[in-house]
């Protein structure tokens, strides 16, 4: 069965880097898989960061970025701020039209 | 803009039916493959079921395969998903969500504020 992994949780300084990762537990994440980040705040409906690898949804700012590191899909903020502080979910496509989201990471800023 | 917006969703005893909609503007819907994801209390969210701008393909998860059904009304700008046989696991905010494009391997990019549905005796 097919699990894509994400850490549970990353605690961040004010003005320090989040690098927040997305696996597959049967080998390494490519392009192929497109995936995609998304944020969401309690209560919220999910905002979409990050798709197909590394392109920056419309009024994302650009502190925000994708990448594919070492196997895996890499959601990176580089200089987090309070309002970046909830949960980060990421996206792969399975195939057959079928997608998987991983469990989630809850960043802490502080 | 696109809009979405998701009705349909309340209380239903286990084994019970609901049909959830999603109202869509603001694009050209035919041409786009949407989608349902849904999640519960407390929860990460799950991809449920896609289908394509035609409406003739359909994608389920493993999870609501063989009780769930999505389809469209493309002269309504109309998504559905029906939920047959349901179960305490499938309480939820549903959410209907739009792809990036019209090939089921876009990632979703757009979403609506969901419709919750709570299974419960």
């Known amino acids: 069965q097919t699990v894509v992994t994400q850490e549970p949780s990353f605690s961040v300084s004010p003005g320090g880097t989040v690098t927040l990762t997305c696996g597959l537990n049967?080998?390494?994440?490519?392009?192929?898989?497109?995936p995609s980040w998304y944020q969401q705040t309690p209560g919220q409906p999910p905002r979409t960061l990050i798709y197909?690898?590394?392109t920056r949804s419309s009024g994302v700012p650009a502190r925000f970025s994708g990448s594919i590191r070492g196997g895996r899909a890499v959601l990176t903020i580089t200089g987090a701020q309070a309002v970046d502080e909830c949960d980060y979910y990421c996206?792969?496509?399975?195939?057959?039209?079928?997608?998987?989201f991983g469990g989630g990471t809850k960043v802490t800023v502080l | 803009e696109v809009q979405l917006l998701e009705s349909g969703g309340g209380l239903v005893q286990p084994g019970g039916s609901l049909r959830l909609s999603c109202a869509a503007s603001?694009?050209?819907?035919?041409?786009?493959?949407m989608t349902w994801v849904r999640q519960a209390p407390g929860k990460g969210l799950e991809w449920v079921a896609a289908?394509?701008?035609?409406?003739?393909?359909?994608y389920y998860s493993h999870s609501v395969k063989g009780r769930f059904t999505i389809s469209r009304d493309n002269s309504r700008n109309t998504l559905y998903v029906q939920m047959n046989g349901l179960r305490a696991e499938d309480t939820a905010v549903y959410y209907c969500?739009?792809?990036?494009?019209?090939?089921?391997?876009?990632?979703?990019?757009?979403w609506g504020r969901g419709t919750m549905v709570a299974v419960s005796s």
């Open positions: 996206v792969l496509y399975i195939g057959s039209g079928v997608w998987m």
């Open positions: 197909s690898t590394n």
């Open positions: 049967s080998g390494s994440v490519s392009t192929g898989y497109y």
């Open positions: 289908i394509s701008g035609s409406g003739v393909t359909t």
């Open positions: 969500a739009k792809p990036s494009g019209s090939y089921f391997s876009d990632a979703i990019h757009m």
């Open positions: 603001g694009f050209t819907f035919y041409s786009n493959v």
